[in-house]
């Protein structure tokens, strides 16, 4: 049992570490990276074709009323 909370410990304390490093990397990333991050996280945005569009602008019209 004792190998077993060894083994147990030294892997949480490996984890720490790194996990630390890491957190000082991404808490040292500049600004234009970030944006660029979260530029690209967003949804898309996706439009039917432009012969579609109106028939479905119409089918919004209708929906509203």
Do not use: C, N
Not at 35 to 62: C, D, F, G, N
């Amino acid at each position: 049992m004792r190998t077993l909370g060894q083994y147990m410990l030294g892997s949480a304390a490996t984890f720490g570490f790194f996990m630390s490093i890491g957190s000082a990397i991404r808490a040292d990333s500049s600004p234009t990276v970030m944006e660029a991050y979260m530029r690209a996280q967003r949804t898309p945005v996706i439009l039917p074709p432009r012969h579609l569009y109106a028939s479905w602008q119409s089918i919004e019209k209708e929906r509203r009323r």
